[in-house]
């Protein structure tokens, strides 16, 4: 025990011989490998691990898995080599990083882990050869993407003046960046590189401001430009000027989507029921007056001609009420709705909503599951559009929650499966095909690369809004509902656009509060594309001349002039 106690002493000894700057002999901590570290765990010793990282779960305190030839270990925390903790981010230290290191033993509900960790040396392999930028220190004007990009330790003390905007994320704790903070998986699915980098930089790249005053129910997004502030420690600033802040103001007026003469809104309408009582909804006819004219409100001020909606009660009710509050607002009968014939029930459903002197669905309504929740939960449907008679099919969808048990990757994936396997009977009718819905997976995951690189589709909100969102989740933001067309439809689409009328906006507009507003109809943000058809009726005159071979694709109304004396073969099929 008097062994033991001694050790305990002189290891607390180091940590502040570290602190204050120094150094121990090295013979003070040896070097061993994990397998080692793990036989001596009763030995109570600091030693000197090597390793690479993985499996990093937290970028403030350091904890991750180190791995060695001989085994892997948990890390609870790291400290960088002066004692100082919670600066993890600051360190650079990525997935794949070789790691040297020091701590002790301890083993925690039956695992094996690293405790009084503290940084020593790392090494990135993918960079052995490229030198860090140069950052000149004695600057006091800065940009933050530039000069910040090896971390803050080099400016902790330091008065500067940033060249850059920060945007508000908290706006209780006013946490900042120099970029609204995307979800990793908008960059990588977890576990590739791309996906630890923007961890990386999400960690370095957020601060907290102080010296500042917001303005009460101020929303997310609010700019901070020109920012003078002392860097008091890593991922603080204190401000020492008064910045000009620029709101992220409740929108009023709908984003340009060009020349479009369609318009389609993908919309989650969070749990729309009129049956009260049930597993989700308003909790009472009060509650449910409010939410009636919420989101009435917001989908009439969207002015589409198509609403693929998601949450929806299942039957006939629900819709059906949404439709007569639509055709109240527009003073006249011009809404209607796709009955897919499914009886009410306490759960949720897709379905269209459609201005019937715009648009007519057209065909059958397609179910890519014949069983399963997910029955009332994905569709395709052909419209026609009525001044141009053009064709194109919407699906909606609303796949497998992030909440849950299970894997829900892999459920999300099987709806991916069972959509596209349905996409050919879509393309049969039209080969057009728009795809919409609460995805509830970020951009780059795996269920939504089997429909962009598995079957050509193009993502229009990479294409036109890459910048937008459509959800915030603990202070990142993100999309997860999705807009992607067929190659054929790309140059029909004028615009797709992510409308900023929920995520940002505070709870205290939701209905339940009493608020009967437009704004925060819902928790997702709606998506708009806009679809111009019918245009080359007039201008799309194609000469073929004699002799040559060509295939071309006509769209209705459009016009081929043989040239020539010869005899020509026309083959096809002609679609009513």
């Known amino acids: 025990a008097l062994v033991a106690l001694i050790k305990t002493i002189m290891k607390r000894i180091y940590l502040i011989f570290a602190i204050i700057g120094i150094m121990m002999p090295s013979y003070a901590v040896a070097h061993i490998s994990i397998a080692e570290f793990i036989e001596r765990a009763e030995d109570n010793t600091t030693y000197r691990l090597c390793g690479v990282v993985s499996n990093i779960v937290n970028m403030t305190y350091g904890n991750f898995t180190l791995e060695d030839e001989t085994g892997s270990i948990y890390v609870y925390g790291l400290l960088t080599s002066t004692g100082q903790s919670k600066q993890f981010a600051s360190m650079g230290i990525v997935e794949g990083d070789t790691l040297t290191m020091q701590g002790s033993y301890k083993l925690y509900k039956g695992t094996h882990e690293v405790v009084d960790g503290q940084y020593i040396s790392h090494v990135s392999p993918a960079e052995e050869d490229v030198e860090k930028p140069e950052i000149d220190y004695t600057k006091t004007v800065v940009d933050f993407e530039t000069d910040f990009a090896n971390g803050w330790s080099g400016w902790v003390g330091k008065t500067l003046t940033f ?64 920012l003078k502030a002392k860097v008091t420690a890593a991922n603080t600033l204190q401000a020492v000027n008064t910045p000009t802040i620029i709101y992220n103001e409740l929108p009023t007026e709908l984003p340009d989507l060009g020349n479009a003469n369609v318009v389609i809104a993908g919309t989650n309408i969070e749990n729309f029921f009129v049956t009260l009582g049930g597993y989700a909804g308003a909790k009472n006819e009060t509650t449910l007056a409010y939410q009636k004219q919420k989101i009435s409100k917001g989908l009439y001020h969207l002015n589409a001609d198509i609403y693929a909606i998601c949450e929806m009660e299942q039957g006939p009710l629900a819709a059906t009420e949404m439709v007569r509050l639509l055709n109240e607002l527009a003073g006249t009968n011009v809404y209607d709705w796709v009955n897919a014939g499914f009886s009410t029930y306490d759960a949720i459903m897709v379905c269209y909503i459609y201005r019937k002197d715009k648009v007519t669905p057209y065909g059958d309504y ?79 995951e795996a269920s939504n690369l089997l429909l962009t690189e598995g079957e050509g589709y193009v993502d229009l909100l990479m294409k036109y809004d890459p910048n937008g969102y459509s959800y915030v989740y603990d202070k990142l933001v993100g999309y ?24 940002d906006t505070p709870t205290s507009y939701e209905y339940s509060k009493g608020n009967t507003t437009m704004y925060r109809y819902a928790d997702h943000e709606p998506i708009l594309v806009g679809l111009h058809l019918g245009e080359d009726v007039s201008t799309n005159i194609e000469e073929v001349e004699t002799g040559v071979a060509c295939t071309k694709v006509l769209r209705n109304g459009q016009i081929v002039i043989l040239r020539g004396d010869n005899a020509y073969t026309i083959t096809g099929q002609l679609i009513y």
């Open 163 to 226: 060249t850059n905007d920060f945007y508000i994320h908290d706006t209780y704790n006013k946490r900042m960046a120099y970029h609204r903070l995307r979800s990793p998986e908008e960059y990588g699915d977890e576990g590739t590189k791309e996906y630890t980098n923007a961890k990386t930089t999400n960690a370095i790249a957020e601060c907290t401001l102080s010296g500042v005053t917001l303005k009460s129910g101020c929303r997310p997004g609010t700019i901070i430009r020109g």
């Open 366 to 444: 397609i179910k890519p599951y014949t069983s399963s929740v997910y029955l009332y939960r994905e569709a395709i449907q052909c419209f026609e559009h009525i001044a141009t008679q053009e064709r194109f099919n919407v699906s909606v969808n609303h796949f497998k929650a992030k909440s849950g048990t299970g894997d829900t990757d892999g459920t999300r994936q099987t709806n991916m499966q069972k959509l596209i396997s349905k996409l050919s009977s879509a393309e049969a009718i039209d080969p057009d095909v728009l795809v919409m819905g609460d995805l509830n997976a970020y951009t780059m």
């Open 480 to 503: 997860l509902d999705h807009a992607y067309c067929s190659p054929s439809m790309e140059s029909q689409v004028t615009k797709a656009v992510s409308y900023h009328m929920n995520a």
